[in-house]
């Protein structure tokens, strides 16, 4: 899947539950939830996340996105996915009972090892049939950051907590896992400028998250963060030592075109003013005062305030 030729398009491949399949009067139905609307936006969450993963890694910036989302059999996976080195790593659930599967290419792995230890990220020209203890501990150690993000991910639909497993090179030897266990699968895609992209895999099973159908099936709506007085009071300090120009508009004289024309150095151009001026802080009028003197200085003394709330808008 990754690095290899797509053999299918999942966009265009049919969606499990769509084809017959031989009594199929009695089978279960794949996906219980109907609409999963609320899954695909939490793999968009986790997909913004996982950049803070993969870039130190890859020592470059990278693009992150999530694909749409299917459910099907673990054995269709299992068929879909390249007959090539592939990590499997369980992520145990909890309370739920169950484990996701993060799935990761062998390829990939072996390219962020070489990374890791300060090479140029290249892999073997033949893949191993297995994992080294090295690989297989750094899987684990993606696995752990990848958990943290995911948990966070969860959190506005349901607390799940997820712990990885050690890894596996074959599916077959991870417990727990039926080849006609309904898993929930959503593929992650991961790219650094122009290089070709490689992709993740998590599959959740379906049975692990019965428990959750009603939040599965609502809209996602963040909690709202407790305020944070501290942050309150110094953004309002902040606000408040914001300066602001204050005028007084004393004449505002109109003369012809044709004067203006004439005008001389040392022309005089009569102006008159109120004893009443406005004050204007912009375009608002803040109020009005009279011209005076303070301290041997001009000065406005205000005998009216607008209110202060068009200031604001």
């Known amino acids: 899947m990754v690095n290899e030729p797509v053999q299918t398009d999942r966009r265009n491949r049919t969606r499990a539950g769509e084809a017959a399949r031989p009594g199929g009067l009695g089978a279960p139905k794949l996906n219980p939830f109907g609409d999963l609307h609320s899954v695909q936006h939490l793999s968009a969450r986790l ?7 993969f870039e130190p890694v890859l020592r470059a910036e990278v693009r992150t996105w999530a694909e749409p989302l299917v459910v ?3 054995a269709d996976y299992r068929a879909e ?3 090539t080195l592939t990590a499997w790593l369980p992520l145990a659930m909890s309370p739920a009972e169950g484990c996701a599967l993060l799935v990761l290419d062998g390829r990939f792995v072996l390219e962020l090892l070489d990374l890791f230890f300060g090479g140029t990220g290249a892999a073997p020209a033949e893949l191993p049939t297995d994992f080294s203890p090295a690989a297989s501990a750094l899987v684990t150690r993606l696995g752990g950051m990848v958990a943290d993000q995911l948990a966070a991910a969860w959190e506005p639909l349901a607390r799940i907590d997820f712990a990885p ?18 898993v929930i699968v959503t593929r992650f895609g991961i790219a650094a ?7 993740l895999d998590l599959c959740y099973p379906v049975a692990a998250m019965k428990p959750h159908g009603q939040a599965l099936t609502g809209k996602v709506v963040a909690k709202a963060a407790e305020p944070d007085a501290a942050w309150r009071n110094a ?9 602001f120009e204050v005028r007084s508009v004393l004449a505002e004289p109109r003369v012809p075109l044709s004067l203006l024309m004439s005008l001389q150095p040392g022309d005089v151009i009569p102006i008159s003013f109120n004893d009443v001026v406005p004050v204007m802080v912009g375009n608002d009028r803040l109020g ?3 011209v005076g003197t303070s301290n041997g200085h001009a000065a406005v003394r205000l005998t009216s305030l607008a209110s202060l709330e068009g200031l604001a808008s």
Do not use: H, W, Y
Not at 47 to 53: D, E, I, K
Not at 165 to 176: C, M, R, S
């Open 193 to 199: 400028g122009t290089a070709k992209p490689v992709f």
């Open 235 to 243: 953004l309002t300090r902040a606000a408040m030592e914001v300066r």
């Open 72 to 74: 099907q059999r673990f």
């Open 165 to 182: 497993a050690a890894p596996e090179a074959n599916p077959a030897l991870i417990g727990g896992c039926e080849l006609d266990e309904a």
């Open 288 to 290: 009005t005062g009279t």
């Open 81 to 83: 996915r390249p007959d």
């Open 47 to 53: 997909a913004r996340s996982l950049r803070g993963v």
